[in-house]
């Protein structure tokens, strides 16, 4: 069986932990080329590692970039056409939920300001420059490659919720990535690219441990899951490849929510 993404190539921001890491794994299994990008360069590299063990026909590279500075991701795009002839995929992942990050009253404006230049302006940027990378992507019919490609944003769930345990400049830029994504969404569908948002719920990666450090803040949040467990980042993946791949061919624009139930829920069961 081919892979899903065989004779594409793949960008992944934040690809040296939790979401980023599983999903350019499974791309990479899928056949995608990987330039896996991170302001952490060592786990990026780390990355690529485990790619070039595991799937030794994949050409897979680690890329230090800051999401937050527009230079960078121009030059992780370049480094993705220059390494690999095309950009099919980019995954606009990297985002930070800041521990100083409260309601209205408590969160600093220079905490503000952190999380939208990252999360908001990172993806924004990284919209743009895949776009302008895959209107010159090669067509090949033999291989599978038409003109286009798939962006995908990731989201929250907290941009579709509430909640009393607030953060709330993460809770605006998460709002931000959905709108932002509906519109690209709508103004570059005539042109083959798709774009979509993914919502994953909470998981158990070091972004949402770090800030849950105790039982009791991981409690207050367990009781509201419906199937009583954070997710894993890998279950995530599998939804970022659906979006990636042509299986989701007829699906830009959307919301799309891998958060075990959350955002359906009224009661959970006992
Ligand atoms: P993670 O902390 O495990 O990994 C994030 C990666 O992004 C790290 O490798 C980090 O070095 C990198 N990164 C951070 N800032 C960067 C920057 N400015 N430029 C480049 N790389 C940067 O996080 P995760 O849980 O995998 O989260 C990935 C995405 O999923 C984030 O956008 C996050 O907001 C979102 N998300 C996570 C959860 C969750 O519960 N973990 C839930 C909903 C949404």
Same mark, same amino acid.
């Given at each position: 069986m081919p892979g899903r993404l065989q004779h594409r190539a793949a960008l992944v921001t934040g690809a040296g932990s939790g979401i980023g890491l599983e999903t350019s794994l499974l791309f990479a299994q899928e056949g995608a080329n990987v330039l896996l990008v991170d302001v952490n360069l060592a786990a990026a590299e780390k990355a690529a590692s485990i790619i070039a063990e +595991?799937?030794?026909?994949?050409?897979? &590279?680690?890329? @230090?970039? /800051?999401? &937050?500075? =527009?230079?960078?991701? @121009?030059?992780?795009?370049d480094k993705t056409v220059e390494l690999f002839g095309r950009l099919d995929v980019m995954f606009n992942n990297a985002g930070i939920m800041h521990p100083e990050d409260d309601n209205a009253l408590n969160t600093e404006e220079r905490i503000w300001d952190l999380t939208m230049q990252i999360n908001v302006k990172g993806v924004w940027w990284g919209c743009k420059y895949a776009i302008l990378a895959m209107r010159n992507n090669p067509i090949d019919e033999a291989k599978g490659l038409h003109a286009g490609g798939s962006i995908v944003n990731t989201a929250s769930f907290v941009a579709v919720m509430g909640a009393a345990t607030p953060q709330l400049a993460y809770t605006a830029s998460k709002g931000a990535v959905l709108a932002m $994504?509906?519109?690209? &969404? #709508?103004? *570059? &569908?005539? =042109?083959?690219?798709r774009i979509n948002a993914i919502c994953?719920?909470?998981? @158990? $990666?070091? !972004? !949402? #441990? /770090?800030? !849950?450090? $105790?039982? =009791?803040? +991981?409690?207050?949040?367990?009781? *509201?899951?419906? #199937?009583? +467990?954070?997710?894993?980042?890998? =279950?995530?993946? @599998?939804?970022? !490849?659906?979006?990636?791949?042509d299986d989701s061919s007829y699906v830009t624009g959307t919301d799309f929510m891998v958060d075990g139930g959350l955002s359906s829920c009224y009661v959970t069961p006992l």
């Amino acid at each position: 069986m081919p892979g899903r993404l065989q004779h594409r190539a793949a960008l992944v921001t934040g690809a040296g932990s939790g979401i980023g890491l599983e999903t350019s794994l499974l791309f990479a299994q899928e056949g995608a080329n990987v330039l896996l990008v991170d302001v952490n360069l060592a786990a990026a590299e780390k990355a690529a590692s485990i790619i070039a063990e +595991r799937f030794p026909g994949i050409k897979a &590279a680690a890329f @230090k970039a /800051d999401v &937050a500075k =527009e230079q960078d991701i @121009k030059a992780a795009v370049d480094k993705t056409v220059e390494l690999f002839g095309r950009l099919d995929v980019m995954f606009n992942n990297a985002g930070i939920m800041h521990p100083e990050d409260d309601n209205a009253l408590n969160t600093e404006e220079r905490i503000w300001d952190l999380t939208m230049q990252i999360n908001v302006k990172g993806v924004w940027w990284g919209c743009k420059y895949a776009i302008l990378a895959m209107r010159n992507n090669p067509i090949d019919e033999a291989k599978g490659l038409h003109a286009g490609g798939s962006i995908v944003n990731t989201a929250s769930f907290v941009a579709v919720m509430g909640a009393a345990t607030p953060q709330l400049a993460y809770t605006a830029s998460k709002g931000a990535v959905l709108a932002m $994504t509906r519109e690209l &969404a #709508m103004v *570059h &569908a005539r =042109e083959g690219i798709r774009i979509n948002a993914i919502c994953p719920g909470p998981l @158990k $990666t070091p !972004l !949402l #441990m /770090d800030f !849950l450090n $105790t039982q =009791e803040k +991981r409690d207050r949040r367990l009781v *509201h899951l419906p #199937m009583g +467990r954070f997710g894993e980042a890998v =279950e995530v993946a @599998k939804g970022a !490849l659906f979006l990636a791949s042509d299986d989701s061919s007829y699906v830009t624009g959307t919301d799309f929510m891998v958060d075990g139930g959350l955002s359906s829920c009224y009661v959970t069961p006992l």
